[in-house]
Structures are given as C-alpha cells and as structure tokens.
C-alpha cells in the first residue's frame, strides 16, 4: 500500500486549468481516469489527510503509485479524452457499465447496394441503420411483417439473394408481395433503396405525413372506382397502424428524447434508459454497475451519457436528453452532445407533466434492474455459500450462519409502531418463516427500546418451546413476561396473533413451532445502538451461542456487540451483497405491513369486531345484502341464508352493528338533500 504524499506533485507543478489525469499503479498501469476544470484544486482533494477521504477514494490512492495529466483548452475536450482514455485503459476504480443484456436492433444496411432490414445485435456498424433496442427479437420480426406490406424491402441473406438472382426466380416473400424481389430484377436498385428509406423515415417516427399520404391515394383511387387498388391501399393503412399501435404514444408533442433513470445504493447503480421518438417508445436498455468510485447520482449519469453517446452521432443523439440529475459540468456535457448530434441538444431534468410521468416509470423500471441484478447474484449457489463464508470469517464465527435471522422497527412519526423478523436459509429467504411485531411495551418512537423489546419476545418464545420439550431443563432468570394475549407478532400470511397458546392436542404434530430454531446469527438494521440493545436482550435471557451484527445504511458498515469501530467487508464481497438483501428485505416487510395496520385502522368497520369473520366471508355479506347498510338492517334469520355463514356468526354480526354507532348521514352540499347511505353500491 502506497503512501500518496511518496508521490504528491510539488506546489506549483500542477496547473490551474482543465485537463484530465491519470493514476498510475506500481506497475504503470492507469487505475483511475478523471477530468476537472481546474486540475490544481480537483488533484488537490486527493491528497488531504487519508482519514477524510471516501472509502473508495482511500483505497485507489492507497493502490495507485503515481499522477499524470493533460492540459486541454476546454472542458468539452476534456470530457472527450476522459472518455477515449476509459475505453483504452480501462481503469479498474472507474465506473464501467456493463449491459444486463445483449439488446437487439432492427437495423437496415444502407451501406449494401440493396438494403437488408434484419435483426442486429453487438457492435454498431458504418454505414448500417439501427433502430431500438427492443427487449426481444421476435417484437422486431412482428413490427417487420407487418411493415413489409407496405415497404417490401429485401430481408434475405446474402446466400439467399445470390441463389434466386442465380435461378431467376424470387423467394416466397417475393411471391406473397412482401419482397419487391430486387434480386430478379423488378424493381431497380434506385427503387430499392428508395423504398429501404421509406421504411427508415418511418421507423425514425415520420409517420403521419406517410398515412395521410396513403389515404389521400385510397380516396383517390375509390373515386376513380379501382376499388381493387383502393382496398390494397386500405389494408395497406391498417398495417402501419398496427405496427405504431405496438408503441404506445407517451409525449403528445411528438418529441424525440432520451429518458435516463439511476437506481442506486452504497456498492451498485442500475441505469436505464428509455428511447422515445416521435412520442412513441421506440427502444430500451439498461446497465449495471459497480461503484468502485465515490460517485454520486450526478457522476454516474454523466457516466452514463458518455457511454450512450460516445460512438454515436447525427440523429442518434436526440433533440432532448433528461435526467435525474445533471453533471457537474452541465454545460460542457451538453455542448458536447450537440457536437455529436450537430445541432442544438436540450440536457436537463424535467419539472411537471408527461415528461416527469415518463421519468417516473424509466425509474422504477431501474429500481426493478437492481433488485433483478441482486436476485439473480443471491441465487447462485456457489455464490451463496461463499458469502456465508466470508460472513463467518468477518464476525469470526465458528461456522457459516446457515440460519440468518433480521430485525427491522418501522414507524410513522411514532405512530403504528411495528417490527419485522425475515429468515434466510442457506442464502435464501423462508418466506413462510417471517414474522410481523407490534411494539406495546410503550408508546412513542425509539428505535432502541423497541429493537430491545422484540428481540427479547422472540427468543422467549424460543426458549418457551425448549422448556415445553424438555430441551431447557433448567431455565435462566428471565424478565417478568407479558400476559400472551398481549404479544403481538403476527405470521407472514396475516393469519392472526403469533403468540396465542398452543391449541390442544396439536402439540406433537410433527410442524415446527412457531420460533422453535434459534439462528446462527441475528442481524438488526442499525449502527452500535441497535446492536447494543440486541445483543443485551439476549444476555438478559442468557442465551450466548447467537452472534450479533448490525448494518449501517450510511457506508454498509457491519457493528458487532462492544467494539468501537465497524467491521469493513470488501465492495466487492459476496458476504456483504447478502446481509444488505437480508436487511432490505426486513426492511421492506416492516414497511409493509405498517402501512397496511394504518391503511386498517382508517378502513375499520363493524364487522371487523365479528370473531372468526375473515375477509370472503366479510366480502360474501356485502355482497349479498348489496351494501353495509342492508346488513345492518338484516335479519338473524337473513344472515343465516349466506353460504357459509351459521346461527353463531349471524347473531355476532348483528350484535356487532348493534354496539357500533350509526354514521351521521350524508349530505348534498349543493341541494342540502340527505343521501342514502348503501356503501356506494347501485343496488336498490
């Protein structure tokens, strides 16, 4: 590991103007490129004290063995060279998307004497016509029949084309009229080529002037009673519009942009892009990335448009660029965008409108990226073991944690306070094995204390069942425990109160208990407070083979039990890509099930109160009497004649509606006239 200041520049040496900078490392190899306005100040900041610097700065500094820049006159040429530079050197702490996919083009090869419309993938070639990408070849080849009606252009291989001008006579495309057959010679290679430009015009979204166009020609040949060629030219029009039916339009003024979208957390981004033309999606890609650099979303869309765009140029690079975020050197950025498209190029992130629904959508398809992207890296098996591997090694365990327990406190503003517990085995989650909390020891927010209370419920319960088996002989002091009706977790599945009493006779029935296995490791989402008050619910139950951790969100750092500093896991390790899916899937089942207890709570009725009532018999009610307030007006008797409902049940509901409080009526404020209260139903 080198020491930076063994080869800071001397003060003055480096100059106070743009340019673009290389590290190097023992080896002469260029680990990192960047730019800057102002090379002074910008190298300046890797060069301060190492304990201020990023995570991911410290590492390449501390890798790197040398510096080296290049003046340029504007910043426009120092993004160009930044950008030639990463794709010759490659450096290893720069961010580098790579496609979650090889995406296929329609592409039409106007570099051949007869164009060809086919499917393309890998490298753009000169001279070739590319449109897309589309998420999968066979939307290309049903947009291609389609349009073939109408521009019969050649789609066979080369092989194919010299066999029929060989034999004279045309594929069967050229027989059905989907070909001008070319290649026998009925059409000229002008008239090809004016027709393969047709197809381009329209694919490109000049579609309107080409309908209008087609239509005038059908009235025209209608009124002249060729009323042959008029229905040709009919069908003609229909298949155009089937073909631009399969992109919906999304920006009513016709406008040609690309949408770029950035889903990220503190190891990898996601980017996707959306390609609109004339209004209409016309194609679609995404990337995936590591963050081996300090990057924020600024940085990686910059990143992203020098990827786009950097081989790409004239109509390639649309009118309109948006994003999330702008670059740093927005201005510069855009400049060179409109070099490369050699006109005027808009870059900047939408405010209101269409444009910012769009943008909306292109993010959550990134989002969904990178959850993909996680789920598919977890999947793997080998992955998997070697993640509970590293995490063993890191919290010095003495085995992979083959059980993975974690805990989450979810709240609004101290309201509905509630915890989630999700399991993991073998790298994988039990879905069957959450569970759900609420927080009734007190009231108010304190991530804490709750942290602390439902950790010790849990492994109560544990130690409950391992008395009840005989596996607990002599059972540690423990806390005054509360009454069970009082406990509060809940199953996955919303079935009802975890912590009822067994029923009887169901006590050797061969299903596991509900917390009868402890985890190898209990993981809390949280810094040294969380863990703390984790892992002191488990001493006061006294229960010491269960290993503690904590993570942190700020830089995913992992906090075990009575240590000052956190525990560092590689970026790149498998261990840590598997506790951040642990923590934000316990994140995201305490989130859930909070809004739904406040979404409950607000839909609250009667017949909530009715015991055993679930929801299709609830729903099998209403359904029957038309409305709430049918139901209330009903009868014992016309209770009873519901499929599934007995005397029992019909005697709760009716007591239920009884106790509730009549709702005041409603009121047209427009005609002061009370309206009838039938829970919104048409039903007389």
């Given amino acids: 590991m080198a020491d930076p200041s063994s080869y800071r520049p001397k003060p003055g ?46 590492t390449m500094v501390t890798t790197a063995a040398s510096v080296e820049w290049t003046v340029v006159s504007t910043e426009v040429e120092a993004l160009q060279l930044e950008y030639s530079w990463i794709k010759e050197y490659d450096p290893r702490f720069n961010v580098k998307y790579r496609d979650d996919k090889s995406y296929p083009f329609l592409a039409v090869t106007l ?244 444009k910012k629904d769009l943008m909306a959508t292109v993010g959550r398809n990134a989002q969904q990226s990178l959850v993909l992207h996680k789920t598919k890296r977890a999947s793997d098996l080998t992955t998997r073991s070697r993640a509970l591997e590293e995490i063993a090694e890191a919290l010095g365990l003495d085995s992979a944690p083959l059980r993975i327990e974690c805990f989450d406190i979810s709240h609004l503003q101290g309201d509905d306070v509630v915890a989630s517990m999700v399991v993991f085995e073998d790298g994988l989650a039990r879905k069957g094995e959450y569970r759900r909390f609420q927080i009734k020891g007190f009231e108010g927010q304190d991530d804490v204390r709750s942290m602390h209370e439902v950790i010790g419920r849990r492994f109560r319960r544990y130690l409950q069942e391992k008395e009840r088996t005989g596996e607990w002989p002599e059972q540690p002091e423990q806390p005054e425990r509360q009454d069970r009706s009082e406990e509060s977790g809940e199953p996955a599945d919303g079935s009802g109160p975890l912590d009822r009493p067994e029923q009887p006779g169901r006590e050797d029935d061969g299903r596991p208990k509900r917390f009868a296995y402890p985890p190898q490791l209990v993981v809390v989402d949280g810094g040294q407070p969380q863990v703390a008050a984790a892992q002191r619910a488990l001493d006061e139950l006294g229960i010491d083979d269960v290993a503690v951790c904590g993570l942190a969100k700020r830089l995913e750092e992992v906090w075990v039990p009575g240590e000052s500093d956190p525990v560092v896991l590689p970026r790149s390790s498998e261990g840590l890509y598997l506790l951040q899916r642990v923590r934000d899937e316990a994140h995201r089942f305490a989130i859930t099930y909070q809004r739904a207890k406040r979404a409950k709570r607000v839909r609250s009725s009667p017949l909530d109160e009715v015991p055993g009532l679930g929801e299709s018999r609830k729903q099998s009610l209403i359904k029957h009497f038309g409305s709430v307030k049918k139901l209330r007006q009903a009868t014992i008797d016309q209770i009873c004649e519901v499929p599934g409902v007995g005397r029992k049940t019909a005697e709760s509901v009716v007591v239920a509606f009884a106790k509730a409080a009549p709702a005041a009526p409603a009121v047209n404020t427009a005609t002061g006239e009370i309206m009838e209260d039938d829970g919104g139903s048409t039903h007389d």
Wanted: charged share 30%.
């Fill in 13 to 58: 040496q480096i100059p106070d103007s743009p340019g673009v900078y290389r590290f190097r490392d023992d080896h002469r190899r260029v680990i990192y490129v960047g730019k800057a306005k102002s090379l002074r100040q910008r190298l300046a900041n890797y060069f301060q004290d190492l304990a201020g610097l990023h995570p991911r700065t410290r």
């Fill in 111 to 354: 570099n051949e004497e007869f164009p060809r419309v086919q499917v393309m993938r890998g490298a753009k070639k000169k001279g070739v016509r590319y449109f897309g990408p589309y998420g999968h070849a066979w939307a290309i080849r049903e947009t291609v029949d389609l349009m073939l009606r109408v521009f019969p252009v050649r789609t066979c291989s080369a092989g194919v084309f010299k066999n029929a001008a060989r034999t004279g006579r045309p594929c069967l495309l050229g027989y059905i009229g989907k070909c001008s057959a070319p290649c026998v010679g009925r059409v000229t290679p002008e008239e090809h080529r004016e027709l393969a430009e047709e197809f381009c015009d329209f694919m490109a979204g000049r579609t309107g002037t080409y309908i209008r166009r087609l239509e005038q020609r059908m009235t025209e040949a209608a009124e002249e009673m060729e009323y042959e060629k008029a229905g040709r030219l009919r069908d003609d029009i229909g298949a155009l519009r089937r073909a631009m039916e399969k992109n919906a339009v999304v920006l009513a003024d016709a406008t040609d942009a690309d949408l770029i979208a950035v889903a990220e957390d503190e190891l990898e981004a996601a980017v996707q892009i959306f390609h609109v033309r004339g209004g209409r999606v016309r194609g679609q890609r995404g990337w995936v990335t590591d963050k081996v650099e300090a990057v924020e979303t600024a940085g990686l869309v910059e990143h992203a448009l020098q990827q786009l765009y950097g081989e790409e140029s004239g109509d390639a690079v649309p009118k309109e660029v948006l994003v999330p975020a702008l670059p740093e050197d927005a201005e510069a950025v855009a400049q060179w965008l409109s070099e490369r498209r050699g006109s005027q190029v808009s870059l900047r992130i939408p405010q209101r409108g269409d």
